[in-house]
């Protein structure tokens, strides 16, 4: 028999690998931590954290969330959760969340840090500007404050001065992957190709387990024309994540540079798929609406009678992998009422999405009789048609009983590239199978209707017929 480690035996060992800047190792310690204490918030908030910067955001928000529910005046937690639900899209929810943190903790300089990330996103820029210098103030050895200085700086264009700033930030931690990647990315926008292939190759060596570093090289060599070298880095990135949805499409785009129809069909459709899966994931909300029967209805009415978050599927026995998985792909939002006192009193459901396959599982009851002339329509908050519009159920058929169970598909939603179907198509169609053409070339008309790509395809394909 041997000895038991404890919490603090893994917590700490988590800290040592992060100084290393192997996250995959330090995600794990705090896991086998959590094992031991799932009570002590403190492993939660460093967790979420290294989640995020991976990209595994259901995970991220379901840990960050623990942390809120076990700690609510604790703005550390608050704050993460901010940086999650930012990271995942949900931009306004991301700033009321990070003011919270701040309302709790006005001294916290990662509060004000993610904060600013989420003002740049929202394209706040005053804001954004003002809270980062705010969050330097008041720590300047914070990794996270220098590294939102950069992002700040980035997305408005300043790329030297980006470059600076994650440069401060690597001066405090010198081994973490995504800010090497940050800089390259800054580098490359200069047009400093090997600057930025150098960045990228000292991010890979750090940490081997980063696919967007990978992806990143590979990206450069793909844009210097050398797609044999980009092909093989953008290989290492769908191996490092099989759920990547950029390398994919970039590999793609290497065999169809070389001509290479056939392999390049494999990946621009799993780019797609990937893709998707990723935009099902950051599904936010859904909600049942009361709609005029008989109009075509593509925005959702102030009138909804039934509402519930997606959360992710997870049970008492779940745990977070090194690596992620399937697991995190299954999301879960119980619906309830509006407003208890109305006609809708009683109702209720649940909806489960699997956001790898798009299928989705609808259940309701108690549901009255729609006023006439009216029906009911679903709608995902989060999800768009690939013309843009929110995306819904269709029509729901409610049966005299007020319940409903129905199978669904949300098939492609916004996410994928333009490039991906149009190319897609045109690979198809030089393979001689302009069947398959036309449903690619359409969904690329439904994203820009006058894509000229598109447009093209469809005339070849005319042409040939």
Same mark, same amino acid.
């Given at each position: ?146 590294? $939102? ?29 995504? &800010?090497? /990647? ?66 994919? %499409?970039? &590999? ?13 069909? /494999? ?38 009678? &039934? ?37 809708? %009193? ?9 956001? $790898? ?46 319940? &409903? ?5 949300? %098939? ?54």
């Amino acid at each position: 028999p041997t000895p038991t480690h404890s919490a603090s035996f893994y917590a700490a060992q988590a800290d040592e690998f992060y100084l290393q800047g192997d996250l995959t190792a330090s995600i794990l310690a705090y896991e086998r931590a959590i094992a031991l204490t799932p009570d002590d918030v403190r492993l939660y908030i460093p967790q979420a954290r290294l989640l995020i910067i991976r990209w595994r955001l259901l995970e991220a928000i379901y840990r960050a969330r623990q942390a809120t529910q076990m700690a609510p005046q604790n703005a550390r937690a608050w704050a993460i959760l901010g940086m999650a639900y930012d990271w995942n899209g949900d931009i306004e929810r991301a700033i009321e969340t990070c003011q919270k943190a701040i309302e709790l903790d006005p001294t916290y300089a990662e509060g004000y840090a993610y904060l600013a990330e989420a003002y740049a996103d929202a394209g706040r820029w005053a804001e954004a500007t003002e809270t980062i210098a705010l969050a330097l103030k008041l720590d300047e050895r914070s990794v996270d404050a220098y590294r $939102d200085y950069g992002y700040v700086l980035e997305v408005q264009g300043d790329y030297w001065e980006a470059i600076e700033a994650y440069q401060k930030a690597l001066e405090i931690h010198p081994n973490l992957a995504y &800010l090497h /990647v940050a800089v390259g990315k800054n580098r490359l926008a200069l047009g400093d190709f090997d600057g930025a292939v150098a960045d990228y190759e000292r991010a890979i060596a750090i940490d081997p387990d980063d696919a967007e570093a990978y992806y990143r090289l590979g990206r450069a060599y793909y844009d210097a024309g050398e797609f044999e070298k980009a092909a093989s880095y953008l290989s290492q990135a769908i191996d490092v994540d099989p759920q990547f949805g950029p390398a994919f %499409g970039y &590999l793609a785009f290497t065999y169809w540079a070389r001509r290479n129809y056939e392999e390049a069909i /494999v990946d621009l459709e799993a780019a797609i798929r990937a893709d998707c899966a990723a935009t099902r994931r950051r599904a936010r909300e859904f909600y049942v609406t009361v709609e005029e029967r008989g109009a075509e209805v593509t925005a959702p009415s102030d009138e909804v009678v &039934l509402s519930g978050e997606f959360l992710p599927v997870v049970t008492a026995t779940t745990t977070i992998s090194p690596t992620g998985g399937a697991l995190w792909n299954t999301l879960q939002a119980r619906l309830t009422p509006q407003k208890s006192d109305s006609a809708w %009193g009683g109702a209720g459901g649940v909806i489960t999405l699997h956001a $790898d396959s798009g299928r989705y599982t609808l259940r309701l009851a108690g549901l009255p009789r729609p006023p006439a002339g009216k029906m009911y329509v679903g709608w995902f908050d989060g999800l768009h048609t690939l013309a843009g519009d929110p995306f819904s159920t269709g029509r729901l058929d409610v049966q005299a009983d007020g319940s &409903l169970e129905a199978q669904l598909e949300t %098939g492609w939603v916004s996410g994928p590239r333009i490039e991906y179907f149009y190319t897609l198509g045109l690979a198809y169609f030089y393979l001689a199978q302009c069947d398959k053409s036309y449903p690619l070339f359409d969904a690329a008309l439904q994203i820009d209707p006058e894509e000229p790509n598109a447009l093209e395809g469809i005339r070849l394909c005319r042409q040939a017929e």
